[in-house]
């Protein structure tokens, strides 16, 4: 098994061939494979990029005589996701390394999102200390910012790269073998959020003494995203979606959205589910003047200087009410939606921050108007942080499972 080293051979070669001897001399077997379309390669590749771009159902010639960078680097990503792809379902991979900037990014990243969890992934990017949303997607890829321009070697690019290879070649040579892994166990997929903590946690510890293993994901955007994700990809037995406040930051603008097919994976897959409306009565802003103008006459709590966040108002309410419902009502898998009839996060409860009862009442009135009768509701005279809340939504979920 070899690592996959992918980027442009012909911009950055010196840089490729010093990354590559690295990654030799602390014992990891590489494979090269070209992304460059201008000059000719610095070092012969193992992956030319004719095989790169063939893959992508392109002719290098062509894509260099149409001088379209933007296109250039689209088929090249391309040709490397499924490189990757292909060499780790036959076996033949233990990680992928790309160093660059945008373009180098773009396309060795490309190769990295195709990937499953685990499989070693490290970039050296010029873009690493921005916005990398685009780059890691809902993978476990690894970031390091190169400080410099990969652009030559000197005496800053030098250790950062030797670093990275160093890096790179402690992952693949790990002797992880999953010893603690409990594979045989079906998972359960969480959504949590610092404000429904002890309800998540609490529910956890009654799944797992039932023998489930638990994934909690973070309800940021990303972590919602990639729950869905793998519950569409048929790793997930059941969904203990009680943190659905992504869901307000989709209808309000807020900055963790997970886009709008959150909580519509379950459904799909046909996989039981317990849903609740843990953080709905707020939308995450950053810090307090990046709070669009048209919002500031709302009502905010500074969670910390780089978190605002604004609560939702009656009216929001009733529509996420009615989003949840036509949602959970489109699953043919049990289902049952919790209702916390005394607060929905740490800062909705009497004597708190978001203590707005009559916006509560919107939302759990509008659940019930637009919910199908075949779904469950369970309304229950509990915050959602309660402990016999918590512990009666675990209980729902594994009758659930029973039942499917």
């Not at 180098?104 to 969890?117: C, I, N, Q, Y």
């Not at 290879?165 to 999953?178: C, E, L, Q």
């Not at 956890?204 to 293993?213: D, I, N, P, Q, T």
């Not at 978190?307 to 949840?324: C, F, H, N």
């Amino acid at each position: 098994m070899s690592v996959l080293l992918i980027g442009t051979l012909d911009t950055k070669g010196v840089e490729f061939a010093f990354v590559r001897d690295r990654l030799r001399a602390a014992g990891a077997p590489v494979l090269v494979a070209d992304a460059g379309v201008l000059g000719p390669p610095a070092f012969a590749p193992d992956v030319s990029r004719e095989e790169l771009f063939a893959l992508a159902g392109a002719n290098v010639e062509q894509v260099r005589a149409a001088a379209d960078r933007g296109k250039a680097v689209e088929l090249a990503a391309t040709g490397a996701a499924k490189l990757a792809a292909q060499l780790h379902k036959a076996g033949k991979l233990s990680g992928v390394m790309g160093l660059g900037g945008s373009a180098g990014t773009t396309v060795a990243t490309a190769a990295m999102r195709a990937l499953p969890v685990g499989v070693p992934k490290l970039m050296v990017s010029t873009l690493a200390s921005g916005q990398v949303g685009p780059f890691v997607g809902t993978r476990d890829v690894t970031l390091m910012y190169s400080v410099v321009d990969v652009a030559g070697l000197n005496r800053v690019s030098r250790p950062v790269l030797a670093n990275a290879a160093a890096a790179m070649a402690g992952m693949v040579r790990s002797d992880w073998k999953g010893e603690h892994e409990s594979a045989d166990k079906p998972l359960i997929a969480a959504s949590m959020f610092g404000v429904t903590t002890p309800c998540v946690e609490a529910a956890r510890k009654v799944l797992e003494a039932a023998g489930y293993e638990v994934l909690v994901f973070h309800a940021t955007g990303t972590g919602g995203r990639t729950m869905e994700g793998l519950i569409r990809d048929g790793l997930i037995s059941g969904v203990l979606d009680l943190t659905t406040t992504e869901l307000a930051y989709e209808l309000a603008g807020g900055i963790l959205s997970a886009g709008p097919d959150r909580l519509t994976a379950a459904a799909l897959a046909h996989v039981p589910q317990v849903v609740s409306l843990g953080a709905l009565d707020m939308v995450n802003f950053g810090p307090p003047d990046t709070v669009p103008d048209w919002y500031k006459h709302r009502l905010f709590y500074r969670h910390n200087p780089n978190v605002t966040l604004m609560r939702t108002t009656p009216e929001e309410m009733d529509r996420l009410g009615k989003g949840i419902a036509e949602k959970t009502s489109a699953s043919n898998a049990p289902t049952c939606v919790m209702v916390p009839l005394r607060g929905v996060s740490a800062i909705d409860a009497e004597g708190k921050p978001f203590w707005w009862p009559e916006a509560d009442a919107a939302l759990f009135q509008s659940l019930r108007n637009w919910v199908a009768p075949y779904v469950e509701v369970a309304e229950r005279d509990e915050h959602i942080n309660d402990g016999p809340f918590a512990e009666a939504c675990a209980k729902k979920l594994l009758e659930l499972l029973g039942r499917n």
